[in-house]
C-alpha cells in the first residue's frame, strides 16, 4: 500500500515535471532566435552556450527525476491499472521523443550544421506545449 513517503515523491515528480516543462518550452524558442543569427557569429556562439547548458543542467535531469518519480509513483499507486494512465504513458513517451529530438538539434545547432527553418522550430515549439496540457488534465480529472 501506499506510504506517507508517495506524497513526497509526488511534490518531488511535480517539482521534475516544472523544470523539465521549463526548458522544453524554452529550447526551441532559443533555436528559433539561433536560426537568425549568422554561424561564427558572437550571437550564435552565446546560443549555442545557452541551449546547452539548458539541455545538459536543466532539462536531462529534471527528465530523469521525473522518470523516475513517475515510476515509483505507477509503481506504488497501482496506476498501471488505470486507463489514464496508459495514455499518459503514450504522451510521455511522445515528450521524451521530442526530448531527444531537442538533443539532436543541440548538437546540430552546436556544429553549425542546423538543418531546419525558422518556420519549423516555431511550429515544434508548440508539440511540448500541447502534449503538457493533455498529460495534466489526464492525471488530475482522470476521465477514465
Ligand atoms: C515520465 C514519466 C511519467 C510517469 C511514469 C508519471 C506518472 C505519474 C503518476 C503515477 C502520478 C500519480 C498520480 C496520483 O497519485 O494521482 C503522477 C502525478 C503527476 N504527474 Fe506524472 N508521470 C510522468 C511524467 C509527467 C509529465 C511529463 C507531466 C506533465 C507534463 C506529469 C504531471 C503530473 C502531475 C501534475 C501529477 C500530480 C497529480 C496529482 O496531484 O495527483 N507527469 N505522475
Redesign the pocket.
Known amino acids: 500500500m501506499q506510504g506517507w513517503w508517495?506524497d513526497w515523491i509526488?511534490a518531488l515528480?511535480?517539482i521534475a515535471?516544472i523544470s523539465?516543462?521549463a526548458g522544453m518550452l524554452y529550447l526551441p524558442r532559443l533555436f528559433v532566435y539561433h536560426c537568425e543569427a549568422e554561424a561564427g557569429s558572437k550571437q550564435s556562439e552565446t546560443f549555442k552556450v545557452m541551449e546547452r547548458r539548458l539541455f545538459k543542467a536543466i532539462i536531462n535531469p529534471a527528465?530523469i527525476v521525473?522518470?523516475l518519480?513517475?515510476?515509483?509513483?505507477?509503481?506504488?499507486?497501482h496506476?498501471y491499472l488505470s486507463g489514464w494512465?496508459h495514455v499518459?504513458?503514450l504522451?510521455?513517451?511522445l515528450?521524451?521523443g521530442v526530448h531527444g529530438f531537442f538533443g539532436r538539434c543541440v548538437r546540430a545547432f552546436a556544429a553549425d550544421r542546423n538543418l531546419h527553418s525558422q518556420k519549423f522550430y516555431r511550429l515544434i515549439n508548440e508539440v511540448?506545449t500541447a502534449?503538457?496540457i493533455v498529460?495534466?488534465i489526464l492525471?488530475?480529472v482522470?476521465p477514465f
Open positions: 508517495y509526488k515528480h511535480v515535471v523539465w516543462m527528465m521525473t522518470w518519480a513517475g515510476l515509483y509513483l505507477v509503481w506504488a499507486g496506476w494512465f499518459k504513458f504522451l510521455v513517451l515528450m521524451s511540448p502534449l503538457m498529460i495534466v492525471v488530475i482522470k
